[in-house]
């Protein structure tokens, strides 16, 4: 898959499914994590490398220019079930200083990209309604809200 490049004001965001687990995308991980939820750990490297080289999922990361900082990141989770193929968006994470600039948006649109190449129908997202920015660029989109009850069981 090729990179996705995105104008958002006058500089350019690099948007690439990550293929090998660096020290600067572990640091990168661990920096944008807190910011999306203060009760999970950032994943060590290990567990990095296990989301990176698993077929199931693509790790997508927004850069600021080509070779630029990382600034974002997106999870997206293609898998198979009886009734057929099924993506999930996973963990949007834009840097604070950069959110608002189109990020989010050139992320969510390259894992759509990712998700129809791969024969997807639809793609499924969670977020939280305090996240109010998130939804509403989810809706500008084209993403519906859905009549459906979320459960949880915790381990």
Not at 33 to 53: C, D, F, G, H, T
Not at 70 to 83: E, H, N, Q, Y
Not at 135 to 142: C, E, K, P, S
Request: hydrophobic share 45%; with cysteine.
């Amino acid at each position: 898959m090729s990179p996705v490049r995105a104008l958002r004001w006058l500089a350019v965001l690099d948007i690439a499914p990550a293929t090998e687990v660096t020290d600067e995308l572990v640091l990168a991980i661990a920096h944008l994590v807190p910011q999306l939820s203060s009760s999970s750990p950032a994943p060590s490297a290990a567990e990095l490398a296990e989301i990176v080289a698993s077929p199931a999922t693509t790790l997508f990361v927004a850069r600021d220019g080509a070779g630029g900082p990382v600034v974002g990141t997106l999870t997206l989770a293609v898998f198979r079930i009886p009734t057929g193929a099924r993506a999930w968006i996973e963990d949007v994470i834009v840097d604070g200083e950069e959110r608002g600039r189109g990020c989010g948006e050139a992320l969510t649109r390259a894992a759509l990209d990712a998700a129809a190449a791969a024969g997807v129908r639809t793609v499924e997202l969670t977020s939280r309604p305090s996240r109010e920015a998130a939804n509403r660029l989810y809706q500008r989109i084209g993403f519906k809200a859905r009549e459906t009850n979320v459960y949880r069981f915790e381990l």
